[in-house]
């Protein structure tokens, strides 16, 4: 059965700083892994999809990895602001079109 | 708006009545999905449609009843709800077969309070 962690639960950084977020998966047999961001109240947004034959992906200052022998994908935000305060969600999908496992979420606070 | 559409946005329902969400999706996918968030808790899968077939009931109590009539829409009929099904209920699309490396869409969620 997959299970999806995400660390740290909650991160506070001043902005302009870059980070890291951390997110890991116990079964390697995954077809993809999604990157989300989730503001208080509202629905997902999705940022990055990685496949599982794919090693990272980009998107603006957004770049995520994925290392499926180590089941870890990480989530890196650079020259963080403040409008990147949110919740930031992984899940591993093991088929197409089958179902998502999320993690609990890292929520992110970037500080002015 | 990301292509999959809520409606309502916001619900408040006594226990004895028997309303219904909705999910529209226009970016051709052909499965759907409803996902439940309560506070502090990962994102739970209810229900998995795949060419509009039901294809995963994920131990959802009878009180949540989904319908998904065409590809394009998704339903989730409520009734006798208790005060622990109040949560963010959003739905998701995806391309379930074929080409390409579609990834998932959610909805902006209705929240639902019951009372």
């Known amino acids: 059965k997959q299970e999806v962690t995400q660390i740290p639960a909650a991160l506070s950084v001043p902005e302009g700083e870059n980070l890291v977020l951390n997110c890991s998966f116990t079964?390697?047999?995954?077809?993809?892994l999604q990157w989300f961001r989730q503001d208080p109240g509202k629905g997902l947004t999705s940022l990055l999809l990685?496949?599982?034959?794919?090693r990272e992906q980009t998107s603006g200052r957004l770049n995520a990895s994925l290392d499926k022998s180590s089941g870890r994908s990480t989530l890196y935000i650079a020259a963080s602001q403040p409008g990147d305060s949110a919740t930031y969600l992984c899940?591993?999908?093991?088929?197409?079109?089958?179902?998502?496992?999320f993690g609990q979420g890292t929520e992110l606070s970037v500080k002015p | 708006e990301t292509g999959v559409t809520q409606t309502p946005r916001h619900l408040v329902m006594g226990m004895t009545n028997k309303k219904s969400l909705k999910c529209e999706q226009h970016?051709?996918?052909?499965?759907m999905y409803w996902y439940k968030q309560s506070a502090k808790k990962p994102l739970e899968l209810m229900f998995v449609?795949?060419?509009?077939?039901?294809?995963e009931n994920n131990s959802v109590p009878s009180r949540f009843s989904p319908e998904c009539p065409n590809s394009s829409h998704l339903f989730l009929h409520l009734h006798t709800l208790q005060p622990e099904d109040s949560a963010l209920y959003l739905c998701?699309?995806?391309?379930?077969?074929?080409?390409?490396?579609?990834?998932?869409?959610f909805g902006s969620g209705t929240r639902l309070t019951v009372v």
């Open positions: 899940a591993a999908s093991r088929n197409q079109g089958g179902k998502l496992i």
């Open positions: 990685i496949q599982s034959s794919q």
């Open positions: 449609y795949s060419l509009e077939e039901r294809v």
């Open positions: 998701a699309s995806s391309q379930a077969m074929g080409a390409g490396a579609y990834g998932y869409t």
């Open positions: 079964d390697s047999a995954i077809y993809n």
């Open positions: 970016l051709g996918h052909n499965a």
